[in-house]
């Protein structure tokens, strides 16, 4: 068994001492070490496994348990140890950052059981070497994070959102059930080593690649499948949140790689498949960001970002479907780089940001951005770490989100002419939406960090906020330093990725990468683009230094004033831009899309022109919700109590229903 | 000659089971649905003597006799001495009218022939031409079940279905085993006699024998609750 494959069960291994823990462990400091400290060792032997398997390939065993005659399989390939390496990026430091986290945490135990239940699930999923295996770890998965996210299950918000959720997820897993399903159809096998060399018929083919893109995608939060997340993440722990967001999602995505590239592979890909996928990444990703722009509860906001994030992998995905369909494998392999690249760089990004988020919560007790302000003063170490992670969430350099949409960009920059018209429109359309979402996301993050941590203190939470303690601080600093190495360092890293399209499209890019040494990235060729992040970072560092040089020269005395008082002295909290007015020109421009209820009350007193108060609401609702969920919803209840009169009313109507089924049993069969 | 000349006669009883059953559907008096529904046992019970005479299955003659004893007498005067000790308003009351019943009743027959008739040309048995007419029984009693008013209308309905399986396994495999048939013979026995303790109990609840009127006071007590 090779090095990778050992690290890998190492990591489930230990995932599961950490959720039998609490069978001997009492007390909760006892238990909050063991669950920081097993789970930090868990995500580091993921990370390792995920390293090692990338640079000298893995293997795959047949595990000692499951059903007597339908064993199970574990598999390390190429693209499930890059899932690995997610998983465990983002899993140390949220390790680290729980121990203080749950500090005040009083009911710890069920926290202990589910949290390593959650991360052996989605390491399971990425190991999985068949069907089986892949569906069990699959709802461990996703019922261990309902437990998750019901943790404070006193709230009937919380509970709602559960419902909601696990409703979801048990939905995409039947979907994801029905697409392997097709798959053994074909191949006979439960084993993907089998499912991979079997042939697939084009209409089979396509009903495995429905079910599986919309099982995935529901998991994954796709437009309009994405009901659950704006709900489920607020209400979980915050470090949870950042698991969910950070790697749950990308599980999905890993999911919807393993089930569409690698069991069936280019050869079966299909042009409106890769259309369908561009369409589904480039709606959430404008969607998400458009959505998010008009939340004012903070960890409301992310989530919405998530949807944003997964449409941008999905356009990265899709272009390389698209290109490796019409026979470009290089720029496939390009594309696919890309949305890897993404999908690691929003683990981290994500994770970092419902860290901060969560940090912020734990010193002001709210979630809402409106009574936020000033947090800089009070939580400095918070502060920076939660910008790192916008500038990388905004697509800028020097920071990692910049290379990965970067590379997308330079995917569909390059991408040829291909198919009809229809093909040739949607490239363009969804790098133009690419570039959409990026600009809105750098507009909200510039709300989030403004209307957060600047200006003045908007409640007295946000006025005696206290910074967090250093465990806290550990596990913001490790993302913020990973987001800021795979923003400088992407050809060294580049090149351990490109193990997964030399797995799946039997090509390599790292020649071309390395062609111009460490310093230059050059995707296909230096004549058309490259970027340097080091000397950006140092260009960057120069500009910076000088300005700050110039604007605070020696020996002159700086007298610091409120901010943005413009020199008036009578500024106040509730003066300054708030979230819903930072958005407002953007709900007008996009009004058509969000249609937000909007109203203003005008209180006038004595007369008619002696206006005392002007009071205005705003309220956006997901049209999804409004329009997809609610009627369904509408619709299964409908029928439900229908059913329900049927069933209390008469014995004559029931009897009438079994002989109308004998008649048409009779009918169908005879 | 003697085969067809069963056959035939099997054919003109499995015609005659058919009349009976458009007969218990077209019933007013309770009395006579349960003199039709003793015919009914009582046609029975001389089919499986006809097909154990002519195909040499003795244990044939163990179900015709229980089929005659248990089925055109027992549960007759069981259902009988029901309805007397009960007072039950001693008229059919269907839901349907009546003669909307009988054009149904003539559209599921064809139905039955229609469905049946391919799987009639696969058997060789002598007596595979009753296949259909033993399906349409059972369904003709189903809507006996389902159109009637009364609780007992609805046991003999529910009776005339078994009574239409029997047929229909005469007719399909020469009878069931023996040991099967006495166990059903008994669970229909039984079963008449938990619904005849069910009546008593019923009428002592509800005062009524209607379905409706159970429905009706178990609504009622939902509401209260």
Same mark, same amino acid.
């Given at each position: 068994?090779?090095?990778?494959?050992?690290?890998?069960?190492?990591?489930?291994?230990?995932?599961?001492? @950490?959720?039998?823990?609490?069978?001997?462990?009492?007390?909760?400091?006892?238990?909050?070490?063991?669950?920081?400290?097993?789970?930090?060792?868990?995500?580091?032997?993921?990370?390792?496994?995920?390293?090692?398997?990338?640079?000298?390939?893995?293997?795959?065993?047949?595990?000692?348990?499951?059903?007597?005659?339908?064993?199970?399989?574990?598999?390390?390939?190429?693209?499930?140890?890059?899932?690995?390496?997610?998983?465990?990026?983002?899993?140390?430091?949220?390790?680290?950052?729980?121990?203080?986290?749950?500090?005040?945490?009083?009911?710890?135990?069920?926290?202990?059981?589910?949290?390593?239940?959650?991360?052996?699930?989605?390491?399971?999923?990425?190991?999985?070497?068949?069907?089986?295996?892949?569906?069990?770890?699959?709802?461990?998965?996703?019922?261990?994070?309902?437990?998750?996210?019901?943790?404070?299950?006193?709230?009937?918000?919380?509970?709602?959102?559960?419902?909601?959720?696990?409703?979801?997820?048990?939905?995409?897993?039947?979907?994801?059930?029905?697409?392997?399903?097709?798959?053994?159809?074909?191949?006979?096998?439960?084993?993907?080593?089998?499912?991979?060399?079997?042939?697939?018929?084009?209409?089979? @083919?396509?009903?495995?690649?429905?079910?599986? @893109?919309?099982?995935?995608?529901?998991?994954?939060?796709?437009?309009?499948?994405?009901?659950?997340?704006?709900?489920?993440?607020?209400?979980?722990?915050?470090?949870?949140?950042?698991?969910?967001?950070?790697?749950?999602?990308?599980?999905?995505?890993?999911?919807?790689?393993?089930?569409?590239?690698?069991?069936?592979?280019?050869?079966?890909?299909?042009?409106?498949?890769?259309?369908?996928?561009?369409?589904?990444?480039?709606?959430?990703?404008?969607?998400?960001?458009?959505?998010?722009?008009?939340?004012?509860?903070?960890?409301?906001?992310?989530?919405?970002?998530?949807?944003?994030?997964?449409?941008?992998?999905?356009?990265?995905?899709?272009?390389?479907?698209?290109?490796?369909?019409?026979?470009?494998?290089?720029?496939?392999?390009?594309?696919?780089?890309?949305?890897?690249?993404?999908?690691?760089?929003?683990?981290?990004?994500?994770?970092?940001?419902?860290?901060?988020?969560?940090?912020?919560?734990?010193?002001?007790?709210?979630?809402?951005?409106?009574?936020?302000?000033?947090?800089?003063?009070?939580?400095?170490?918070?502060?920076?770490?939660?910008?790192?992670?916008?500038?990388?969430?905004?697509?800028?350099?020097?920071?990692?989100?910049?290379?990965?949409?970067?590379?997308?960009?330079?995917?569909?920059?390059?991408?040829?002419?291909?198919?009809?018209?229809?093909?040739?429109?949607?490239?363009?359309?969804?790098?133009?939406?690419?570039?959409?979402?990026?600009?809105?996301? @750098?507009?909200?993050?510039?709300?989030?960090?403004?209307?957060?941590?600047?200006?003045?203190?908007?409640?007295?939470?946000?006025?005696?906020?206290?910074?967090?303690?250093?465990?806290?601080?550990?596990?913001?600093?490790?993302?913020?330093?990973?987001?800021?190495?795979?923003?400088?360092?992407?050809?060294?890293?580049?090149?351990?990725?490109?193990?997964?399209?030399?797995?799946?499209?039997?090509?390599?890019?790292?020649?071309?990468?390395?062609?111009?040494?460490?310093?230059?990235?050059?995707?296909?060729?230096?004549?058309?683009?490259?970027?340097?992040?080091?000397?950006?970072?140092?260009?960057?560092?120069?500009?910076?230094?000088?300005?700050?040089?110039?604007?605070?020269?020696?020996?002159?005395?700086?007298?610091?004033?409120?901010?943005?008082?413009?020199?008036?002295?009578?500024?106040?909290?509730?003066?300054?831009?708030?979230?819903?007015?930072?958005?407002?020109?953007?709900?007008?421009?996009?009004?058509?899309?969000?249609?937000?209820?909007?109203?203003?009350?005008?209180?006038?007193?004595?007369?008619?022109?002696?206006?005392?108060?002007?009071?205005?609401?705003?309220?956006?609702?997901?049209?999804?919700?409004?329009?997809?969920?609610?009627?369904?919803?509408?619709?299964?209840?409908?029928?439900?109590?229908?059913?329900?009169?049927?069933?209390?009313?008469?014995?004559?109507?029931?009897?009438?229903?079994?002989?109308?089924?004998?008649?048409?049993?009779?009918?169908?069969?005879? | 000659?003697?085969?067809?000349?069963? $056959? $035939?006669?099997?054919?003109?009883?499995?015609?005659?089971?058919?009349?009976?059953?458009?007969?218990?559907?077209?019933?007013?008096?309770?009395?006579?649905?349960?003199?039709?529904?003793?015919?009914?046992?009582?046609?029975?019970?001389?089919?499986?003597?006809?097909?154990?005479?002519?195909?040499?299955?003795?244990?044939?003659?163990?179900?015709?006799?229980?089929?005659?004893?248990?089925?055109?007498?027992?549960?007759?005067?069981?259902?009988?001495?029901?309805?007397?000790?009960?007072?039950?308003?001693?008229?059919?009351?269907?839901?349907?009218?009546?003669?909307?019943?009988?054009?149904?009743?003539?559209?599921?027959?064809?139905?039955?022939?229609?469905?049946?008739?391919?799987?009639?040309?696969?058997?060789?048995?002598?007596?595979?031409?009753?296949?259909?007419?033993?399906?349409?029984?059972? !369904?003709?009693?189903?809507?006996?079940?389902?159109?009637?008013?009364?609780?007992?209308?609805?046991?003999?309905?529910?009776?005339?279905?078994?009574?239409?399986?029997?047929?229909?396994?005469?007719?399909?495999?020469? +009878?069931?085993?023996?040991?099967?048939?006495? +166990?059903?013979?008994?669970?229909?026995?039984?079963?008449?006699?938990?619904?005849?303790?069910?009546?008593?109990?019923?009428?002592?609840?509800?005062?009524? !024998?209607?379905?409706?009127?159970?429905?009706?006071?178990?609504?009622?007590?939902?509401?209260?609750?």
């Amino acid at each position: 068994m090779p090095l990778s494959l050992q690290l890998a069960l190492a990591a489930c291994g230990v995932s599961l001492l @950490a959720a039998c823990s609490p069978l001997i462990l009492r007390g909760h400091t006892m238990q909050r070490i063991a669950l920081s400290l097993l789970l930090a060792m868990a995500g580091l032997l993921a990370m390792s496994a995920g390293f090692s398997g990338l640079i000298s390939g893995g293997g795959s065993i047949t595990l000692p348990f499951g059903l007597p005659w339908l064993p199970l399989h574990a598999e390390l390939d190429a693209l499930g140890a890059f899932f690995m390496l997610v998983i465990g990026s983002l899993l140390f430091p949220v390790a680290v950052y729980s121990h203080g986290y749950f500090r005040n945490e009083q009911r710890i135990t069920p926290l202990l059981v589910f949290m390593p239940l959650f991360a052996l699930g989605m390491m399971g999923v990425v190991l999985a070497g068949d069907a089986l295996a892949f569906m069990l770890f699959w709802e461990l998965m996703s019922v261990s994070s309902y437990f998750l996210v019901t943790h404070e299950h006193q709230h009937l918000e919380n509970r709602k959102a559960g419902f909601i959720y696990l409703l979801m997820a048990h939905m995409a897993g039947l979907l994801i059930l029905g697409s392997f399903a097709t798959l053994y159809a074909a191949a006979g096998s439960f084993e993907f080593a089998v499912m991979r060399e079997a042939s697939i018929e084009p209409f089979w @083919a396509s009903a495995a690649f429905l079910l599986a @893109a919309f099982g995935f995608g529901t998991k994954a939060g796709v437009i309009p499948l994405h009901g659950w997340l704006p709900d489920a993440h607020p209400v979980a722990p915050s470090n949870v949140s950042a698991l969910m967001s950070g790697i749950m999602l990308k599980v999905a995505v890993f999911g919807f790689i393993r089930v569409v590239w690698d069991l069936m592979g280019p050869g079966d890909f299909q042009w409106w498949w890769c259309a369908l996928i561009l369409a589904a990444g480039s709606s959430s990703a404008v969607g998400g960001v458009l959505l998010a722009l008009q939340q004012h509860d903070l960890k409301r906001l992310l989530a919405y970002h998530s949807v944003e994030n997964i449409g941008i992998i999905l356009i990265g995905i899709g272009l390389a479907m698209l290109l490796a369909h019409f026979g470009h494998p290089m720029l496939a392999a390009l594309g696919l780089i890309a949305g890897l690249y993404h999908t690691i760089n929003h683990a981290i990004f994500k994770g970092l940001l419902f860290m901060g988020a969560g940090a912020v919560l734990h010193s002001t007790g709210t979630r809402d951005m409106e009574s936020m302000g000033g947090l800089i003063h009070r939580m400095p170490v918070t502060a920076v770490f939660f910008l790192v992670a916008a500038i990388s969430i905004s697509a800028l350099p020097p920071f990692n989100g910049f290379v990965s949409e970067w590379l997308t960009f330079q995917t569909a920059l390059m991408a040829p002419q291909m198919g009809g018209a229809l093909l040739m429109a949607i490239v363009p359309f969804s790098a133009a939406m690419l570039a959409l979402a990026g600009a809105l996301a @750098a507009a909200c993050f510039v709300k989030v960090f403004g209307v957060v941590f600047l200006g003045h203190a908007r409640s007295k939470m946000a006025a005696q906020a206290q910074e967090v303690d250093g465990w806290m601080q550990a596990g913001m600093a490790i993302p913020a330093i990973f987001c800021l190495l795979l923003g400088v360092l992407p050809v060294l890293f580049i090149p351990l990725i490109d193990a997964v399209p030399q797995m799946l499209l039997h090509v390599s890019l790292a020649d071309s990468v390395h062609a111009h040494g460490w310093l230059w990235l050059t995707p296909v060729s230096a004549s058309q683009a490259s970027y340097s992040s080091p000397l950006a970072l140092t260009g960057m560092i120069i500009i910076g230094g000088l300005v700050f040089w110039w604007l605070h020269p020696k020996g002159r005395v700086i007298r610091r004033s409120r901010m943005w008082s413009c020199g008036n002295p009578h500024v106040n909290a509730r003066m300054q831009y708030n979230a819903t007015g930072f958005s407002q020109p953007l709900r007008r421009i996009f009004w058509g899309v969000l249609q937000p209820d909007e109203h203003v009350h005008v209180e006038r007193r004595f007369h008619k022109l002696l206006t005392t108060k002007v009071r205005y609401t705003v309220h956006v609702g997901d049209l999804a919700v409004k329009h997809l969920y609610q009627p369904i919803g509408r619709l299964t209840l409908s029928i439900a109590r229908w059913l329900n009169t049927q069933h209390q009313y008469g014995i004559h109507t029931n009897l009438t229903w079994t002989f109308v089924t004998v008649i048409l049993l009779l009918a169908l069969f005879a | 000659m003697i085969i067809s000349f069963a $056959q $035939q006669l099997i054919d003109g009883l499995a015609a005659l089971m058919l009349l009976v059953s458009f007969a218990l559907l077209a019933q007013h008096r309770m009395l006579s649905v349960l003199h039709w529904f003793a015919a009914q046992g009582v046609l029975l019970s001389i089919t499986a003597a006809v097909v154990a005479y002519s195909s040499g299955h003795d244990e044939l003659y163990a179900s015709a006799a229980m089929a005659f004893l248990l089925k055109g007498m027992l549960l007759p005067w069981l259902l009988w001495r029901v309805i007397r000790q009960l007072h039950v308003h001693r008229e059919v009351e269907p839901l349907m009218n009546n003669a909307v019943t009988m054009m149904l009743a003539l559209a599921i027959t064809l139905f039955a022939f229609h469905v049946i008739h391919p799987i009639e040309n696969i058997s060789e048995l002598m007596t595979r031409n009753t296949m259909s007419i033993a399906t349409a029984c059972v !369904l003709l009693a189903m809507l006996m079940m389902m159109t009637r008013k009364k609780a007992i209308t609805q046991v003999v309905g529910f009776l005339a279905v078994e009574n239409s399986l029997f047929f229909a396994a005469i007719g399909a495999t020469n +009878g069931m085993p023996l040991i099967v048939e006495i +166990g059903i013979a008994f669970d229909v026995l039984i079963a008449a006699l938990i619904f005849g303790v069910f009546f008593f109990e019923i009428r002592n609840t509800f005062d009524s !024998l209607e379905v409706d009127a159970m429905q009706a006071s178990l609504v009622d007590k939902d509401d209260e609750s």
